[in-house]
């Protein structure tokens, strides 16, 4: 019975996803238990993205993207051995991008930007290992800077 629910779940996922551009990199991932991760595994990407994989602890390495459950993309970006590494890219589930976020093997580091889903910018801000840096600024919900502050 659990052989057919699973098969019933991969021909439904993959009906669903196949007018999309997106592509099954491997429908099963099994780890010993004591290592916290273990049971079925699904992994899609999109074609123009390379597929990420997980080694022996569940830790995640290469492109990585959350979805809404309309299928339009929720975050996408880079991750090493499941730290975000580089741009990340966040969006509403209109497809408006709300936030980009810069990082260095999970330490915010560099500039981060949010906007609202309208399209306004609202906070600019920058990041240095971690640490606040350089100017903040703040605007309203029109566009017009509201405060600053350095750091």
Known sequence: MRLYLITTALILATTALYGQNVKLVFDQHYIEEDKGFDGQHLAFYDYNDQPYSVDDEGLVTGQYATF????????????????????????????????????????????????????????????????????????????????????
């Open 68 to 151: 809404h459950e309309n299928g339009m993309y929720a975050s996408k970006g880079t991750l090493y051995k499941g730290e975000k590494n580089g741009l990340w890219r966040d969006w509403d589930n209109n497809g408006n991008l709300v936030s980009e976020a810069q990082f260095h093997y999970g330490q915010k580091d560099g500039n981060w930007k949010v906007w609202s889903k309208d399209g306004v910018l609202l906070y600019d801000m920058y990041y240095d290992k971690g640490k606040r840096v350089k100017t903040w600024k703040v605007y309203n919900k029109i566009g017009e800077l509201t405060d600053e502050k350095e750091y």
